[in-house]
């Protein structure tokens, strides 16, 4: 199976800082690929899929980019709600694969 | 407004089985690919299953094949997952997800829209 890695695991930022998270993969998965956003105690909210399209509701201080195997998640401007964990997740072949996670805290 | 209700969930010995539920609402179940998500206590996100909308094609974790099954009724608009053999390391929240499903020319891509609020399912003894 393709193995995701996440980096960092966690970081500290402040309201108003950006903030890039990256995601790997093992091998190629083209764009393949989604993010989405985790509150403690609340389901999975999808932010971002096909590696860069936005979801609608989203707001557009959150973009994706990348292809093949590097993948960052970019917060442009961090606000108070944005405080959670990030997961990225293949969809190139089965098994989906999520990465391990990153916390992002005030 | 999709809805996604799970149920089942509870405490189970170790070698029992389970079935989860997750009642659907707001959509047209029918036509949806549906997946189960679970996250162990304070663990990250693992994908367990989907299923096709009529339920010919299922797709399954490694560790979870030959123990799982998932299975849909498109008339109830529910999906299940039946779980046997169940271990301690299968201890976790239990999320049902849509899968709302976007293609371009290039492919299709998995886009888990909606989420219900997750059963817990704890394996011990």
């Known amino acids: 199976a393709i193995q995701m890695t996440q980096s960092p695991s966690s970081l500290s930022a402040s309201v108003g800082d950006r903030v890039t998270i990256t995601c790997r993969a093992s091998q190629g998965v083209r764009n393949d690929l989604g993010w989405y956003q985790q509150k403690p105690g609340r389901a999975p909210k999808l932010l971002i899929y096909a590696a860069s399209i936005l979801e609608g509701g989203v707001p557009s201080r959150f973009s994706g980019s990348g292809s093949g195997t590097e993948f960052t998640l970019t917060i442009s401007s961090l606000e108070p709600e944005d405080f959670a964990t990030y997961y990225c997740v293949h969809d190139y072949n089965y098994p989906l694969i999520f990465g391990p996670g990153t916390k992002v805290e005030i | 407004e999709v809805q996604l209700v799970e149920s089942g969930g509870g405490l189970v010995q170790p070698g029992g089985s389970l079935r989860l539920s997750c009642a659907a609402s707001g959509f047209v179940f029918s036509t949806s690919w549906m997946n189960w998500v679970r996250q162990a206590p304070g663990k990250g996100l693992e994908w367990v299953a989907n299923v096709n909308p009529d339920g010919s094609e299922r797709n399954y974790l490694d560790s979870v094949k030959g123990r799982f099954t998932i299975s849909r009724d498109n008339a109830k608009n529910s999906l299940y997952l039946h779980m046997n053999s169940l271990r301690a390391d299968d201890t976790s929240v239990y999320y049902c997800?849509?899968?709302?499903?976007?293609?371009?020319?290039?492919?299709?891509?998995?886009?888990?829209?909606?989420w219900g609020q997750g059963t817990l399912v704890t394996v011990s003894s």
């Open positions: 997800a849509r899968d709302r499903a976007y293609c371009d020319r290039a492919s299709c891509y998995t886009v888990l829209d909606s």
